[in-house]
């Protein structure tokens, strides 16, 4: 069973436009991280943020963290064609399940030029 | 530096028959760990390997097993084929103790 649900499942805006998906999750976590995923093939790993951390950035991403509301917000800045892809929030549980991830069902994002 | 490799990238099988995937780790890491993605879902963790031993695992019937190598590469062995676990079979490697993972870029399992 799936950890998490992102919102929207499906986001297309243009070029330039701020990209802003969401992740909720229902159990305690040591933390949540944020990988992005091209045309169904391999995962790549972009942020990682602790449950003691509220907002954290990388580049072009923030990603927000509200433990009370048991939710994640990923926000892509000045979004280009290549952020195209599905992106998926993965929670690790507490007690610290190794790195073991839960994943959401993912938000699939067009940028269109 | 080599990222995560799998082998193969396609495969078709038919119901009821057995298949073996392959999976070699980012070069250091020593932790490897499965998932199955069905189309248009995210990934289920199947299991995890350390040390040659199946660490944790999920919620996957004993149809699912594997195995880690002393070079901790792993395989991934699925018997008795249903249409039902076609999808696509990601590896992921880490270090002990490290929480991201990284990922290879999958098989994609067909049942027919």
């Known amino acids: 069973s799936q950890q998490g649900e992102e919102d929207p499942q499906a986001l297309s805006i243009q070029e330039g436009e701020n990209a802003t998906m969401n992740c909720s999750y229902k159990?305690?976590?040591?933390?949540l991280q944020w990988y992005r995923q091209n045309s169904g093939r391999g995962l790549v790993h972009l942020i990682l943020i602790r449950s003691n951390e509220r907002e954290k950035h990388s580049g072009r991403l923030r990603v927000t963290l509200d433990t009370s509301k048991k939710s994640s917000s990923l926000l892509i800045t000045a979004s280009r064609a290549a952020d195209t892809a599905s992106y998926f929030c993965a929670t690790v549980r507490q007690p610290n399940a190794g790195n073991m991830l839960t994943f959401g069902g993912g938000t699939r994002l067009m940028v269109k030029p | 530096d080599a990222g995560v490799t799998q082998s193969p990238t396609h495969l078709i099988k038919t119901r009821g028959q057995q298949v073996t995937l392959r999976c070699s780790p980012k070069?250091?890491?020593?932790?490897v760990s499965w998932y199955q993605q069905a189309l248009g879902q995210g990934p289920q963790f199947i299991f995890q390997y350390y040390e040659e031993e199946e660490r944790q695992r999920g919620n996957f019937p004993d149809r699912f097993s594997g195995h880690q190598f002393p070079n901790y590469s792993s395989e991934l062995n699925v018997n008795a084929l249903l249409l039902g676990d076609s999808a696509l079979y990601l590896c992921a490697s880490s270090l002990a103790g490290h929480e991201k993972l990284f990922f290879g870029s999958g098989t994609q399992l067909s049942v027919l």
């Open positions: 159990t305690s976590i040591n933390n």
């Open positions: 070069s250091g890491h020593d932790t």
